[in-house]
């Protein structure tokens, strides 16, 4: 279940192709009953969860928080996944730096933060090459290209 924020909405207009992407990122991943959120912040509070959370005093593009990550915690039928954090600010940035869309670039990042959440990785090679190729197969899926 997606709900939009009117705050968000205000803010940027490519929230239905990030809805529409992670709704094909869930079916890709046969991600059956799952609820998360995706919450749009600025550069500021990125960098504050950065360092709060991750000891890393630097701005940075999406943080995830995997409730999965916590095996204390079962739901009959649904997963609560977490939540997924975007700097709007960044994210332009980095369209502007890869010279792709700010909607490319949301996208790219929530389907990131959607499969931190799911428990993928890309701290070690050959994780990042499995996890950045089903990104680019999600967003193949999704229609959203450079």
Known sequence: MFEIVNETKALIEEIEDIRH?????????????????VIIVNNSYIQYLNKEYRGIDRVTDVISFALEDTKDI?????????????????????????????????????????????????????????????????????NITQ
């Open 21 to 37: 992407t992670l709704e094909c990122a869930i079916e890709h991943q046969c991600a059956k009953n799952v609820e998360f959120n």
């Open 74 to 142: 079962v739901y009959d039928n649904y997963r609560l996944l977490g939540d997924i954090y975007i700097s709007l600010d960044q994210a332009r940035e980095q369209a502007n730096t890869y010279q792709h869309s700010l909607k490319r670039e949301l996208c790219f990042l929530s389907v990131h933060g959607f499969l931190h959440l799911l428990g993928y990785d890309h701290m070690k090679e050959d994780d990042e090459k499995v996890m950045f190729a089903l990104q680019e197969v999600i967003l193949n899926e999704a």
